[in-house]
């Protein structure tokens, strides 16, 4: 037998505790002293003390614990209440989290007003680009409606080009559009749900975005969040990765996949993703962010300044060129293209 304070020791609980079990009719030790009072515990009683702690974790007054026990949970019940128990948990944890880091975005977006440097900003054309892509409709243009719906479609997207055994030419490129509420179910290419592993980028491919911040939202979620002011609505997330019309046409895709006019309309090529030769910008404003993009903010908001301090004006919402991405996110390189116009005196 084991003296109360042992028992504690072994069951990872306070003396105090014990004894407070004790007086509830939870866990009576096997035998108390008459002449001291003293309490004493056999190992056995370690199973029950166990099932009390894990019960109580799962949020469970002691009250209803005690009711449990005393219909003799089994094993695995207890292990699949556990298990529920954890998978809560641990998306507690991820939204709180997200919301840490979109805090911090916050906070360094206040600490680096003033501070870039017009040096940090390229006005520039961009190229036409022929993209593999796959898309989805995320609530806002907030990172925090943006990351969930990209991460699943770019991980969806690698696993579909190897599936159909072509390697990307270069490095992904995101971009956005938006949707009035009449539109969602018309979106090219639109994909409300990626099966699989949602942490990663399948298949090895280097200078892919494995997350901004698990499956694309719905398009009645995305609708009902949808105002009529612009820019306040539901957006179109187009993920995509830079092929050739030469690994295109090896693959069998539809149309032998030889380039398309620039017209910036996904069209299908019967391999599971779209394919876009997606137009280049005549103008933009450039700006390279360095870290993950659940930090964007900072890096966003100082190149907004930056366009009105010098006579520009938003003329779409940005490109996101994912330059490198390996698996440490504080070490992704990504260039924000902000598509802008010479702004009119006058006019906001």
Not at 90 to 111: D, H, M, N, P
Not at 201 to 224: K, M
Request: with cysteine; charged share 20%; aromatic share 6%.
């Amino acid at each position: 037998m084991f003296s109360i304070g042992d028992f504690a020791q072994y069951g990872r609980v306070s003396a105090r505790m014990l004894r407070h079990y004790d007086a509830l009719g939870l866990l009576c030790p096997a035998r108390t002293d008459p002449a001291t009072g003293y309490r004493f515990y056999e190992a056995a009683q370690l199973a029950r003390l166990n099932r009390i702690i894990a019960l109580k974790d799962l949020g469970f007054s002691l009250q209803q614990v005690g009711a449990i026990l005393a219909e003799e949970v089994s094993v695995p019940e207890l292990r699949g209440m556990l298990r529920l128990r954890r998978a809560e948990l641990e998306a507690t944890l991820t939204a709180a989290g997200e919301r840490l880091a979109q805090v911090e975005a916050r906070l360094r977006s206040i600490e680096s007003e003033g501070h870039m440097s017009a040096d940090d900003v390229v006005v520039k054309p961009t190229g036409t680009v022929l993209l593999a892509e796959l898309s989805g409709i995320a609530a806002s243009y907030g990172p925090e409606d943006i990351g969930p719906v990209i991460q699943p479609l770019y991980a969806e997207l690698c696993a579909r080009l190897d599936a159909a055994g072509i390697t990307p030419a270069g490095p992904g490129l995101a971009y956005y559009e938006a949707v009035g509420a009449g539109d969602y179910e018309h979106v090219p290419g639109a994909y409300e749900h990626v099966p699989g592993d949602h942490g990663g980028t399948p298949g090895g491919h280097a200078d892919v975005p494995g997350g901004h911040t698990d499956v694309p939202g719905s398009a009645e979620a995305a609708a009902a969040s949808a105002g009529d002011e612009p820019g306040h609505g539901a957006v179109v997330v187009h993920a995509g990765l830079t092929v050739t019309a030469e690994a295109l046409a090896r693959a069998g895709a539809r149309g032998g996949g030889t380039g398309a006019p620039a017209t910036g309309t996904p069209t299908a090529t019967g391999l599971g993703f779209d394919v876009v030769a997606l137009p280049g910008l005549e103008c933009a404003a450039t700006v390279v962010h360095r870290g993950p993009m659940s930090r964007i903010l900072p890096t966003a908001q100082n190149l907004a300044h930056w366009i009105d301090a010098n006579g520009y004006r938003s003329a779409g919402y940005a490109r996101e060129l994912y330059l490198e991405c390996p698996p440490d996110q504080e070490k992704w390189v990504t260039e924000i293209q902000e598509p802008v116009v010479r702004a009119v005196p006058g006019t906001p």
